[in-house]
């Protein structure tokens, strides 16, 4: 029997159509040709649930993208959902955390060049995307170029190449080879109980990349507009400028019950402010560890803690923990 899967599709240059000022997203129509001839591997039924650039998707959308994951995953063996490949990352970080414990695989795909074109990377990304949804394996992952990573651990690392997402500091969930797809169980996030949709996030978190001699009244800033959360992408392993009042701003965030979580802005690797002075120094403040988890990751399970309505000290107990495979324990 053929599995059953649910695509869910929200635009991007995959359903893409030249128009008068450059590539515009259409409806499925667009993926109709690929779709007849993935229908011989798979029963398809199709939902439009947006037709966006990605790159106008907001929390909002995100919102949407989980609820129709949840509503109408009855019935299907997984969910595809075709996606614009630069917010890819994000969404399906956020999804990750609004989907706790997903009973089936939901796994999203693009490509960098339309379906409608000859050469278009777009049917195999389909493809891997598709394998992996009839996989059995629940969870949410992005497929892209033959290979497929956990949604959480995603990051899009190249603007025009085939090669466009890399799995970052986790090792790729499955990878087509001549064995078709082969899973790596040991990736694989752990269930422990029922499906459940909680979709509310707060927006205001700010992702801030550290640069030398940065004034710190940005943090006082942050804090009269209202944020609620600040991710600091740091130096290295989570370096910051301790001298010259360079803490004052980050203490002050921290005593106004801004949650202040610290991450690298190399993209290998992991922040760990327990090697150096100037770490341990942000760690008596009050600041939480992002240790290895993506900008993306960090951001979006931020903006999900705080929508939970946790209180900081819940959120750091929240980052300690590994809920879905974004930090190695
Ligand atoms: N701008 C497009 C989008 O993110 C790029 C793509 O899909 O590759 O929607």
């Known amino acids: 029997m053929k599995k059953k899967i ?50 106008n998707i907001r929390p909002q959308e995100w919102q949407l993208i989980a609820g129709s994951i949840f509503d109408n995953r009855e019935g299907y063996d997984g969910i595809v959902v075709s996606h614009g490949t630069d917010t890819m990352a994000y969404t399906a970080s956020a999804v990750t955390f609004m989907l706790p414990d997903i009973d089936l695989p939901v796994v999203f795909t693009g490509s960098q060049l339309p379906l ?27 497929a892209f170029d033959r290979k497929v990573m956990l949604g959480c651990r995603a990051v899009k690392v190249r603007a025009s190449g085939f090669s466009a ?6 090792r790729y969930a499955a990878q087509v080879s001549n064995r078709g797809l082969v899973v790596d169980s ?52 989570g370096g910051v400028n301790v001298l010259h009042k360079g803490l004052r701003g980050i203490r002050r965030a921290v005593e106004d019950g801004i949650s202040v979580v610290v991450t690298t802005q190399c993209l290998y690797d992991s922040a760990n402010l327990e090697i150096y002075q100037v770490g341990a120094k942000l760690l008596e403040l009050g600041v939480i560890q992002g240790r290895d988890m993506t900008s993306e990751a960090a951001m979006t399970k931020l903006m999900w803690a705080l929508g939970q309505g946790l209180e900081p000290e819940g959120i750091a107990e929240l980052f300690a923990r590994n809920l879905a495979g974004e930090i190695t324990p």
């Open 116 to 142: 409608a074109d000859m050469l278009s990377d777009g049917p195999d990304n389909l493809r891997t995307a598709f394998a992996m949804a009839a996989s059995g394996y629940p969870g949410v992952f992005l």
């Open 6 to 55: 649910l695509l869910l599709t929200t635009g991007g240059t995959i359903a893409s159509v030249p128009g008068g000022q450059g590539l515009e997203p259409h409806r499925s129509q667009v993926m109709e040709r690929e779709l007849e001839q993935l229908r011989t591997y798979y029963d398809i039924a199709v939902r439009d649930v947006m037709c966006l650039d990605s790159s």
């Open 165 to 170: 997402f890399e799995s970052v500091n986790a």
């Open 186 to 237: 040991t990736v694989l996030p752990r269930r422990t109980g029922e499906a459940r949709l909680c979709p509310k996030l707060s927006e205001n978190v700010f992702l801030l990349k550290l640069t030398p001699g940065l004034n710190p009244a940005v943090f006082d800033m942050l804090a009269a507009m209202g944020y609620k959360g600040i991710v600091i992408e740091a130096f290295g392993l």
